[in-house]
């Protein structure tokens, strides 16, 4: 909402520093033997990203405590309702395709 050609340089210094503390509050933490997996909190709340994928930790665990292995085990079980739901998605959409395609006939 600010005007860029009216900002001083006090104000810019000021949105400088909240945006390097909040991208510090974002990272909760990481681990050296898989680089890869972060815990990071977002817009939503505390998530795992891992190999370019999204998991969202459950409400009742608190994510500072959470161990490597923990968050593999989320991942995993995440993953595997995942592929569940791409199957059946892929289904309809197959279907979909082929009532389509007979009816253009």
Known sequence: TMDPMTVTLEEAIELIQKKQEAEAQKHIKKFEEEPELEILNGRYGPYIAYKGSNYKIPKDIIP????????????????????????????????????????KK
């Open 64 to 103: 500072q405590d959470l161990s490597l292995q923990a968050c593999l085990e989320i991942v995993k079980l995440q993953s595997d309702k995942d592929t569940g739901k791409s199957k059946r998605t892929a289904k309809a959409v197959k279907a979909t395709k082929t009532t389509k395609a007979n009816k």
